[in-house]
């Protein structure tokens, strides 16, 4: 597959995109981009990508001490889907349908009495 696929497949998610349909997509842009990654270096991946959206999240509460004379470029929104991508991509590596997996663990959460 070549990244005028890849650019093709982009195109067609919409605002009516399921997760399901953005689920594809990283599975489509992990293998253009030859990422082969394993699912723990995904994992490591994910986990440094949590530690930017944290900074990026202390910069935007401004209520946390910040070294006030470095620059800080990054967007929160974009940290927040950086930690999506990862997250879809470890769930492709064991082939899970991450709706399907939120939808069964929630039924477990339903049943929960929390206090």
Same mark, same amino acid.
């Not at 940290?79 to 349908?97: G, H, P, Q, R, T």
């Given at each position: 597959?070549? =990244? /005028?696929?890849?650019?093709? *497949?982009? @195109?067609?998610?919409? #605002?009516?995109?399921?997760?399901? $349909?953005?689920?594809?997509?990283?599975?489509?842009?992990?293998?253009?981009?030859?990422?082969?990654?394993?699912?723990?270096?995904?994992?490591?991946?994910?986990?440094?990508?949590?530690?930017?959206?944290? =900074? /990026?999240?202390?910069?935007? *509460?401004? @209520?946390?001490?910040? #070294?006030?004379?470095?620059?800080? $470029?990054?967007?929160?929104?974009?940290?927040?889907?950086?930690?999506?991508?990862?997250?879809?991509?470890?769930?492709?590596?064991?082939?899970?349908?991450?709706?399907?997996?939120?939808?069964?663990?929630? =039924?477990?959460?339903?049943?929960?009495?929390?206090?």
């Amino acid at each position: 597959m070549k =990244k /005028e696929q890849l650019i093709n *497949e982009f @195109n067609k998610l919409n #605002d009516n995109s399921n997760l399901g $349909d953005i689920q594809k997509y990283i599975t489509v842009m992990m293998e253009v981009n030859n990422f082969n990654n394993t699912p723990l270096e995904l994992f490591c991946y994910l986990t440094e990508e949590i530690g930017e959206l944290a =900074k /990026e999240i202390r910069k935007t *509460e401004k @209520n946390m001490d910040m #070294d006030i004379k470095k620059e800080y $470029d990054s967007c929160l929104e974009h940290e927040i889907a950086d930690v999506f991508i990862y997250l879809l991509a470890i769930c492709d590596s064991y082939n899970i349908d991450l709706l399907k997996a939120f939808k069964s663990k929630e =039924k477990i959460n339903l049943d929960r009495i929390w206090e």
